[in-house]
């Protein structure tokens, strides 16, 4: 079992900016694969960021790529999302999602195994 808490959402002026922490716990927690969803009203969750928590690899939805980082700090078993240069479309509520096996950071939501409760994030314009 892995136990994943997010926070850091908020409300932000477009252009703006927020960084996003996934704190992980529970047995394998620290191995395989990170991931960052996201979910506006009436849309479908969609793939934000995914990284290894062992290695350098990080991938990037195509809309984030540029604007959003995706980091990790292995001593806390955290993960972060750090956005820049909002926009209202960013509006959504963000989850984090785990899975100990994956060895890639895969951007296929069924791949994953646990997932957080979601922050939420709102972009004004």
């Known amino acids: 079992q892995v136990q994943l808490v997010e926070s850091g959402g908020g409300l932000v002026q477009a252009g703006g900016s927020l960084r996003l922490s996934c704190a992980a716990s529970?047995?394998?927690?620290?191995?395989?694969?990170m991931g960052w969803f996201r979910q506006a009203p009436g849309k479908e969750r969609e793939f934000v960021a995914g990284i290894v928590w062992r290695g350098n690899l990080t991938t990037y939805g195509d809309s984030v790529k540029g604007r959003f980082t995706i980091s990790r700090d292995n001593a806390r078993n955290t993960v972060y999302l750090q956005m820049n240069s909002l926009k209202p479309e960013d509006t959504g509520v963000y989850y984090c999602?785990?899975?100990?096996?994956?060895?890639?950071?895969?951007?296929?939501?069924?791949?994953?195994?646990?997932w957080g409760q979601g922050t939420q994030v709102t972009v004004a314009s």
């Open positions: 999602a785990a899975n100990a096996r994956l060895t890639l950071p895969v951007a296929s939501m069924s791949l994953y195994s646990y």
């Open positions: 529970g047995r394998a927690s620290g191995s395989g694969a």
